[in-house]
């Protein structure tokens, strides 16, 4: 079993996601596949390099919360993982309140047996 190396908990989490590549027009639209305060996954069948610098339009809720990021990881025609390096701290609680409330719903919707 390998080692965790995240800082925090992905929550598999499906929400409307818009990438904007650092030196283009065109937009990249998905939702993402997980979503922590550090990133997320974007399951895609064009991806992206390693290293690219993207504008952020994250959808939760009735919220849209903008970010700069990186890409992380790459899972040629599978997906992108994607960090945030910057975000305005009241988009950061946002996005930390919207987490808490899945976490939360994703508890009490697990079977008593996954509980423990």
């Known amino acids: 079993m390998t080692e965790e190396k995240r800082n925090h908990p992905r ?3 499906r929400v409307p996601v818009e990438l904007r590549p650092e030196e283009t027009e065109t937009p990249i639209r998905g939702e993402t596949a ?4 550090g ?3 974007i399951e ?3 991806t992206l390099d390693i290293g690219t610098q993207v504008d952020i339009t994250l959808q939760v ?3 849209t919360l903008l970010a700069a990021g990186e890409v992380a990881a790459c899972d040629r025609t599978v997906g992108n993982g994607v960090r945030f390096t910057s975000m305005l701290p009241e988009d950061r609680e946002e996005l930390e309140r919207f987490l ?3 976490e939360a719903k ?3 919707d ?3 047996e996954e509980t423990r």
């Open 100 to 102: 808490q409330a899945v």
């Open 34 to 37: 997980d979503l922590s305060l």
């Open 11 to 13: 929550l598999k989490v």
């Open 39 to 41: 990133g997320f996954y």
């Open 106 to 108: 994703q508890q009490v």
């Open 110 to 112: 697990l079977p008593p």
């Open 61 to 63: 809720g009735d919220s």
């Open 44 to 46: 895609m069948m064009f």
